[in-house]
C-alpha cells in the first residue's frame, strides 16, 4: 500500500511537472502591439467554426520566428485558402537569419485543404513530405541549410512574396497572423496569411491561406528588426 501511494506521488509529480514544460513552451510569444486590423470577418467566422476561443482583433501572438521541438519534426496543415489565387500560391519556410534566404517550398499552389506536411529539421537541413487530405504521399523533398531552431513562414504568389517576419515586408507591415490554439488545439499554432501588400492596401483578411502547426515554439523576436535585417546583408 506504501509502495502504491509513492508511485501514486510520483506520477503526479511528474505529470505537474509535464504540465509546466507544457505550458513553459506555449507561454514564450507575448501579444502583438499594437494589435493588427483584421477586416472582413471571415477568420473570425471560420475559428468559430472550428470551435477555437480566438479572438482575432485581440489575440495576437509576437511569433515571426519558429523553432521545432528537441525531435526535429513539425506537421503544418493547409486548413483553408479563401481566395481566388489559391492554386497559384506557394507556401514554405526559409531561414530566418539570412539577409537573402532560398524560399523553400512546402505547399505548392496544386494543395488543398487538408492537405499536411511533416519536416524532420536535422543538421541544419529539413526534409518535408507532402500529404493530401487522405495522407497519400504527394512528393518529397530535402533542403540545406535552414535550421530547426531559426526558420519563418513565407506566401509567394501573383502578388508578391510576404514573410512572416514583418520586417522583410514592404512597409515593415505584418502579413502573417499567429494565433495560440484553444481547447483542443492548445499547443498548437494558427499561422494567417495575407497575400497581397498590406502597405498597399489589401483587403487584411488575413484568410488567404491558413496553417495548423504543430511541435514547434516562437523563438524570440530581438532578432526580427530592420537594422538586424539590413546587417545580414552587409556580411
Excluded at 517550398?105 to 524532420?120: E, K, M, Y
Excluded at 504568389?157 to 522583410?168: A, I, L
Excluded at 499547443?187 to 496569411?193: I, L, T
Aim: aromatic share 12%; glycine share 10%.
Amino acid at each position: 500500500m506504501r509502495m502504491a501511494r509513492m508511485l501514486s506521488r510520483s506520477l503526479v509529480s511528474f505529470a505537474v511537472v509535464g504540465a509546466l514544460l507544457v505550458t513553459a513552451a506555449v507561454a514564450t510569444a507575448a501579444l502583438r502591439v499594437p494589435q493588427v486590423p483584421v477586416l472582413g470577418g471571415t477568420l473570425q467566422a471560420y475559428f468559430n467554426g472550428v470551435g477555437e476561443s480566438i479572438n482575432v482583433l485581440t489575440d495576437q501572438q509576437d511569433a515571426q520566428v519558429w523553432q521545432t521541438s528537441v525531435s526535429g519534426n513539425a506537421t503544418f496543415t493547409l486548413m483553408i485558402e479563401l481566395t481566388a489565387n489559391a492554386q497559384l500560391n506557394n507556401i514554405g519556410v526559409y531561414n530566418a537569419g539570412l539577409g537573402a534566404p532560398p524560399l523553400d517550398l512546402v505547399f505548392p499552389g496544386a494543395a488543398a485543404a487538408g492537405w499536411f506536411a511533416t519536416c524532420h529539421f536535422s543538421g541544419g537541413n529539413v526534409v518535408v513530405t507532402l500529404f493530401d487530405q487522405n495522407s497519400v504521399i504527394q512528393g518529397q523533398n530535402f533542403y540545406a541549410g535552414i535550421p530547426g531552431n531559426n526558420f519563418g513562414f513565407y506566401i509567394q504568389g501573383p502578388n508578391g512574396t510576404f514573410y512572416s517576419q514583418d520586417s522583410r515586408n514592404p512597409g515593415l507591415k505584418a502579413q502573417v497572423l499567429t494565433y495560440l490554439g484553444t481547447g483542443q488545439n492548445f499547443g498548437d499554432w494558427w499561422e494567417c496569411f495575407e497575400e497581397s501588400s498590406v502597405a498597399a492596401g489589401s483587403d487584411q483578411d488575413f484568410d488567404d491561406a491558413v496553417l495548423l502547426i504543430q511541435s514547434v515554439v516562437p523563438t524570440p523576436n530581438d532578432a526580427t528588426t530592420w537594422g538586424h535585417i539590413k546587417s545580414l546583408y552587409r556580411k
